[in-house]
């Protein structure tokens, strides 16, 4: 069987998707698109989710009820998406830094830190609207701010892996090796 077939093989066996965590700008949506391409299983972005079931923008729902209540939503939404089986899940930057949220994520879920550089993230996110917390006087201090916060956090998912500016297939690459690596581990009950 083809590496490919194995992990999903494993995945679709282990009913457990493999969810992307990391900072604002990391790639989570585009390389969860580009896996799911891949292993051929559903990929679902998990603040679309949420703007979906609250009929408003993620800026719409801060504005309106606060950080406090979105990660409250985001954390009902991804409980039932954990449960859905083998699947590509995009999480909002913030989703892993919830210990409840977290702990749901390492229990059902396979989680892939997509690791990024300052320069990397800011170069993606600069030119977009879309990210609440940025509205500061200064987003990329508050960008770095939000790094050194959360990066020893992000670092408790079961892989990292390096999100390449150069190329998004190559980093899908990396993450199907480490995703095979990590499995053939469990099947192996090491
Ligand atoms: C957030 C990241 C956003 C979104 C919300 C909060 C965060 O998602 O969930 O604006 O706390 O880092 P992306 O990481 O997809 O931009």
Same mark, same amino acid.
């Given at each position: 069987?083809? #590496?490919?077939? *194995?992990?999903?093989?494993?995945? /679709?066996? +282990?009913?457990? !998707?493999?969810?992307? &965590? ?5 790639? #989570?949506?585009a *390389?969860?698109?580009?896996?799911? /391409?891949? +292993?051929?299983? !559903?990929?679902?972005? &998990? ?38 089986g ?16 977290r702990?749901?994520?390492l ?28 509205k ?31 190329s998004?297939?190559?980093t ?19």
């Open positions: 069987m083809e #590496k490919i077939e *194995i992990i999903r093989s494993d995945l /679709l066996e +282990l009913s457990k !998707p493999l969810v992307l &965590v990391g900072l604002m700008g990391a790639g #989570k949506t *390389i969860g698109k580009r896996l799911a /391409l891949r +292993l051929n299983l !559903p990929f679902t972005d &998990v603040d679309q989710e949420i703007e979906m079931a609250a009929g408003c923008t993620v800026v719409d729902f801060f504005e309106k009820y606060g950080e406090a209540e979105f990660r409250h939503g985001e954390r009902r939404v991804l409980s039932r998406l954990l449960c859905e083998a699947g590509i899940l995009a999480t909002g930057g913030g989703a892993f830094m919830d210990a409840g949220t702990t749901e994520i229990g059902q879920g396979i989680s892939i830190w997509l690791k990024a550089d300052i320069e990397t993230l800011w170069k993606r996110v600069c030119r977009r609207e879309t990210r609440p917390l940025l500061t006087s200064s987003p990329r201090q508050t960008l770095s701010q939000l790094l050194v916060k959360r990066y020893p956090v992000y670092a408790g998912a079961d892989i990292t892996v390096i999100s390449k500016d150069s998004l297939e190559s899908v690459d990396d993450v199907l090796a480490n995703v095979a690596a990590i499995l053939d581990e469990r099947r192996h009950g090491q």
